[in-house]
């Protein structure tokens, strides 16, 4: 045999079919108990009565567990007091809700995945994303999936999240012990040529064409021969790479990849499904052992003894024999009718033999019966050891006896909500990990339109916040919210829990505002706590979720500062008359100082001329002192300059002299010493003559400008004298 390329679809290809290989004992008999829940054995005939318990079984668990579609449930992680992150917690549970209630293919999914969870052991949902927008072919949408059915629709359209159902034979998950260890998950899903065609082009044409319908190779020679291949499907599996973080998709008998795409979802856990819903798991394996397994040898014993029933039953008839001379005999049981007598050949030999006691034997019946007895116990007996085995009691079934009191039939009802807790649990898990995938996509895809149409968040308290908590859905992880499916949801009993809870919230809060309110009027310091208390009680019940805001917004109200109430009548005709008498006389007051103010003010005036008159005669005397103090001033300042400048004359006649004497005993020693140069002498002498001039020219020009200064001062002085 050659061997095959490890590359491309020939990898996938083998996986899949190790995948099989390793499921192939477990697929036999999940195969064979679906036969045996469907009694697929023809007519039944003779000698083949059988008790189905499988099929009573599964049909009162699987209500047990799922009878309707659940109720999703969105709260904060944390209840805090955040408006924004409410309305955004009831927007994404009311988007998802509305994915659940308005298409059917949840509760489709649910309700098989259930009944395969309940026969061959294992339940499988698949979610895909589902644009319906315009302009949008299939090649450049990264959302789309082998099952998608992407058309060109126009801008007003719509998103979705369809959950779809996975045959429990179509479904294959990499070699693993546990869900956390699988590597990849797949699904088989059969296309169509021309789905084929629409989705993966020109590399469908090669792809066989493996899959037909049971019976069509009959209708090959017929009038149908031109439909058969119509009717004919290939095999694609659909593969989510954990590793890779790719999509791969592959045809068996084709030894090439049709399609392969980088994560198209963006979801946290990868898959685009949830854990499966399994039967029976250990750590070493994730192949199930169906529940039929653990009671099949009771199910044998119980068609054994059934089937003896039903023969003994067949023998348990009145028949006998009786004297063939006597022809009157079988015409009492054929022909007698009531108030009909038939009459005797002989009567007197008839009377001789005992009569009619004496002429008919019976076939005793008493071992049959006895015998039926013992087998009816025995397979009740054999039931009740099935019912332990798969945990229904007798109370679930609806069987109960008289005598039984109302706490011993609530024990039993105890003890079977205990027993099928775990299965009911499992179930809860599988629709809460499938709603928080749509939810996830949701964030991510939907647009925000769409959001808010699913919602219908405008219509409520809350549509103050819709664009921040759309805005808050688009940016926070989904591990912020907290969504889950409560077990009871999807039960009947869930409509009378559900009233008795809102029932209770309403007697709860009713007696605690009974008691909160008034002592918040009187003291009104208290009433920001007892609001709070009140929305800590609120933000626990769920049932009090759609009316929050209103809680919050009475909430803000009760603690608004209260008008102080108006008081009565006669007391604001007091108030008014004394308010009247106050402001006459405040007008009195007013009139009685204005004429006091108008007399100082004359009195004022008065005063005001003799200052005038004052500060005219204080002013003239002023000017003459004044003018007589800077002439006197001026007189001593020019005195001061005459005797400066003399001092400074007598000064430069004393340095002028020292200055030649010096000059002169320099030239005698300088003749006495050396011999000088004339022209140097002449030089230096000249040299002395200018330095003395120069400092002459230098005191003459300070002397000047220290008159020019005296100058200035006293034409000052006489300027401020004069004013």
Same mark, same amino acid.
């Given at each position: 045999m050659e061997e095959i390329d490890q590359?491309?679809?020939a990898k996938w290809l083998l996986q899949l079919e190790l995948g099989k290989k390793a499921d192939e004992k477990w697929s036999s008999k999940g195969r064979k108990i679906v036969k045996r829940y469907r009694d697929e054995r023809g007519d039944a005939k003779s000698g083949e009565e059988k008790?189905?318990?499988?099929?009573s079984n599964v049909r009162t668990l699987q209500p047990a567990v799922y009878s309707k579609r659940p109720k999703a449930y969105v709260a904060r992680r944390y209840k805090d007091r955040d408006p924004i992150a409410r309305a955004a917690c009831q927007m994404l549970q009311r988007a998802i809700q509305y994915e659940l209630d308005y298409y059917n293919d949840f509760d489709s999914a649910m309700r098989n995945a259930v009944l395969d969870r309940l026969l061959p052991g294992r339940g499988v949902a698949w979610v895909r994303f589902e644009p319906h927008l315009a302009d949008v072919p299939p090649e450049a949408d990264e959302g789309v999936q082998v099952t998608d059915d992407t058309t060109e629709e126009n801008h007003e359209g719509y998103e979705c999240a369809p959950t779809d159902y996975v045959f429990w034979e179509d479904f294959r998950n990499g070699p693993a012990r546990t869900w956390e260890e699988v590597p990849w998950v797949a699904r088989r899903v059969y296309m169509t040529k021309e789905e084929g065609e629409k989705r993966f082009g020109d590399k469908w044409k090669d792809v066989p064409l493996s899959h037909q319908p049971i019976g069509l190779d009959s209708y090959r020679d017929g009038p149908y021969k031109s439909q058969v291949?119509?009717?004919?499907?290939?095999?694609?599996?659909?593969i989510w790479d954990k590793t890779t973080s790719k999509v791969i998709w592959v045809a068996e008998g084709f030894q090439q990849v049709l399609d392969e795409r980088d994560d198209p979802l963006g979801l946290e856990g990868f898959f685009p499904c949830p854990k499966p819903l399994y039967s029976t798991l250990t750590t070493d394996s994730l192949v199930p052992v169906p529940d039929y397994v653990q009671y099949q040898d009771q199910a044998r014993e119980l068609d054994l003894i059934t089937n003896r029933i039903s023969l003994l039953v067949k023998a348990c008839k009145v028949v006998g024999v009786y004297a063939g001379d006597e022809k009157s005999i079988p015409r009492i049981f054929t022909e007698g009718t009531d108030n009909t007598l038939i009459p005797v050949d002989n009567w007197a030999m008839f009377a001789e033999k005992g009569g009619l006691k004496g002429m008919i034997d019976w076939v005793p019946l008493d071992q049959v019966s006895m015998?039926?007895?013992k087998l009816y116990l025995a397979r009740e007996q054999v039931k009740q050891v099935i019912y332990e085995v798969t945990g229904i009691s007798d109370i679930l079934r609806g069987a109960s006896q008289a005598q039984e009191t109302l706490g011993?039939?609530?024990?039993?009802?105890?003890?079977?909500?205990?027993?099928?807790? #775990?299965?009911?649990? #499992?179930v809860s898990r599988f629709a809460s990990d499938i709603i928080r995938i749509k939810a996830q996509i949701i964030c991510d895809l939907y647009r925000p339109e769409t959001i808010i149409a699913m919602s219908g968040i405008m219509n409520t308290d809350d549509k103050q916040y819709a664009q921040q908590a759309l805005a808050l859905i688009k940016q926070e992880p989904l591990r912020n919210f907290r969504i889950e499916v409560a077990a009871d949801s999807m039960v009947e009993l869930d409509e009378m829990s559900e009233r008795n809870d809102r029932m209770e919230f309403l007697k709860a809060a009713a007696a605690f505002l009974q008691q909160a309110i008034p002592a918040a009027q009187t003291v009104p310091e208290i009433g920001p706590l007892v609001g709070e208390m009140l929305m800590f009680a609120v933000r626990s019940w769920k049932t009090a979720e759609p009316i929050e805001e209103a809680f919050d917004q009475a909430v803000a109200k009760l603690n608004e500062p209260k008008p102080p109430a108006p008081p009565p009548p006669e007391v604001i005709k007091a108030q008014a008359d004394a308010q009247t008498a106050q402001i006459n006389a405040q007008v009195a007051?007013?009139?009685?100082?204005?004429?006091?103010?108008?007399?100082?003010?004359?009195?004022?005036k008065a005063q005001a001329e003799i200052a005038k008159s004052q500060m005219e005669a204080q002013g003239q005397s002023a000017a003459e002192q004044a003018k007589a103090f800077m002439e006197a001033q001026l007189t001593?300042?020019?005195?001061?300059h005459t005797e400066k400048m003399e001092a400074a004359r007598i000064q430069f006649e004393a340095w002028k002299t020292e200055l030649q004497e010096a000059t002169k005993i320099q030239i005698a020693n300088m003749n006495a010493e050396v011999k000088m140069n004339d022209t140097a002498v002449q030089a230096a002498n000249a040299e002395v003559s200018a330095e003395i001039q120069q400092q002459?020219?230098?005191n003459r020009a300070e002397n000047d400008k220290a008159s020019l200064k005296v100058a200035e001062k006293a034409a000052k002085a006489k300027e401020k004298g004069s004013e």
């Open positions: 590359t491309g679809a008790y189905n318990i499988l099929w291949e119509n009717l004919k499907k290939a095999k694609v599996w659909e015998c039926l007895e011993a039939q609530q024990i039993k009802a105890q003890f079977a909500s205990m027993r099928l807790e #775990d299965m009911k649990k #499992d007051q007013v009139k009685a100082q204005s004429e006091t103010v108008k007399a100082q003010a004359e009195v004022q001593m300042m020019e005195q001061q002459e020219v230098n």
